[in-house]
Structures are given as structure tokens and as C-alpha cells.
């Protein structure tokens, strides 16, 4: 099979462009996360890409430099609850607009991956925002939101791990594994779990 080359993205003309990526929909556990990333055009950050396709250490190591080098970034999130009261795509635009709002330098323009944005608001009204498919492939800004955020919610399941060890949050990082879904069967639901997500609620029916 050939494979399919992505058309060269073209930046919109703006000054200071945010991207905007979110990692952890998939999950049955934990905040989904969200990072928001301004570039410094004077600090370039060599091997930005969607943050799956690198190790762990390189992500780990692109993470640090990405917050060092970066003219602004920062990571927002939306809880199991309210993901459980919104529904995961709600919960997901909610800590995208989180993230934004939580940068200290605002951006003209904001980029986010996939096919649906939510409203930035900035100190005069509307931000001007696109969606870009495979955005963490093809654009910078995106490509180090992703990174960073992976990283974080990586981060967040170790720890979670460290206390509930028997559920083997480190491995599978709360995503619905076999492994995963035999220890919530055999070990109960975590308050930490999002409800709403079909594996927990059958549980919780029963």
C-alpha cells in the first residue's frame, strides 16, 4: 500500500499562533488533557511531530525543551465529572478553552487538530481559530501541544499507579484493555473512572 503524503499546511498570517491538542478521550479514567502551545520563532524545537509516533524518552526530553523554549504554554483539563455531565466531546472543547485562557501571552490566531474547535474568547472578542486533520502531523504548535499533553497525562496515570497498583494504570494508561477491563470486574470502579463510559456504567448496573 503507498503511502499518502499530507498536503504541506499553509499558515494563516498572524504573529502569535496557539496550538491546541487533547490527549486521553479514549480512556475509562482520568481528566482528559489538553495543552495549548505558542512557538518562539527564535527558538526552534527540532523533531516536533504527533506525540504517538515518538518513545517515551524522546517525548519526555521534547516536553522539557518545548516548556523552556516555548513563548507560552499551558495545559488544561476537564474532571471524570464533568466529562460524566457534559459528555467526553463537551468535556474535551471545555479544557481546550481552558488551555487557551491559560496561556500568559494571547494568541492571534489558534490552531486545533482534528475536524471541530471550540469559541477562544481573548480580551476583544472572538479568537480567530481553524481545525486542521492530522494537525499534530503537520503543524508545529499543534505538534508540541500534543507532546506536552501526552506527557502530562502519562505522568498523571504513573502516579495514579503508584496508588492503586493492582490496576495497572502505567501500562495501559486507563485505556479499555482486556487486562484492564478484567481488573475493574475483579477490583470494583475507582471514583477516578469516568462513569458515563459504557464498560464502567454496565458495571455499575449490575
Not at 499553509?10 to 486521553?24: F, H, K, L, Q, S
Not at 499551558?74 to 459528555?87: F, K, S
Not at 475507582?190 to 464498560?199: G, I, T, V
Request: glycine residues 6%; proline residues 6%; contains cysteine.
Amino acid at each position: 500500500m503507498s503511502k499518502i503524503e499530507l498536503p504541506p499546511f499553509t499558515y494563516p498570517v498572524a504573529y502569535r499562533i496557539a496550538g491546541v491538542d487533547e490527549v486521553g478521550r479514549g480512556p475509562l479514567v482520568g481528566d482528559v488533557v489538553t495543552a495549548a502551545v505558542i512557538l518562539d520563532p527564535e527558538n526552534p524545537i527540532e523533531g516536533l511531530t504527533d506525540s504517538k509516533k515518538l518513545s517515551e524518552k524522546k517525548r519526555n526530553r521534547l516536553s522539557d525543551e518545548i516548556k523552556e523554549k516555548a513563548t507560552a504554554w499551558y495545559i488544561g483539563r476537564a474532571t471524570p465529572e464533568e466529562i460524566d455531565t457534559l459528555n467526553i466531546l463537551h468535556a474535551t472543547m471545555l479544557a481546550m478553552q481552558r488551555a487557551v485562557q491559560g496561556l500568559s501571552v494571547e494568541p492571534d490566531y489558534v490552531l486545533v487538530d482534528g475536524n471541530r474547535c471550540p469559541t477562544f474568547l481573548g480580551e476583544a472578542g472572538k479568537i480567530s481559530t481553524q481545525s486542521v486533520v492530522k494537525g499534530d502531523l503537520r503543524v508545529a504548535e499543534i505538534s508540541a501541544a500534543s507532546i506536552i499533553a501526552k506527557v502530562a497525562r502519562d505522568q498523571e496515570m504513573i502516579e495514579l499507579d503508584a496508588q492503586y497498583p493492582d490496576y495497572g494504570f502505567a501500562k495501559h494508561k486507563g485505556y479499555p484493555t482486556k487486562v484492564h477491563l478484567e481488573k475493574i470486574v475483579e477490583l470494583g470502579v475507582l471514583d477516578c473512572y469516568r462513569k458515563s463510559f459504557k464498560p464502567v456504567a454496565a458495571l455499575l448496573n449490575k
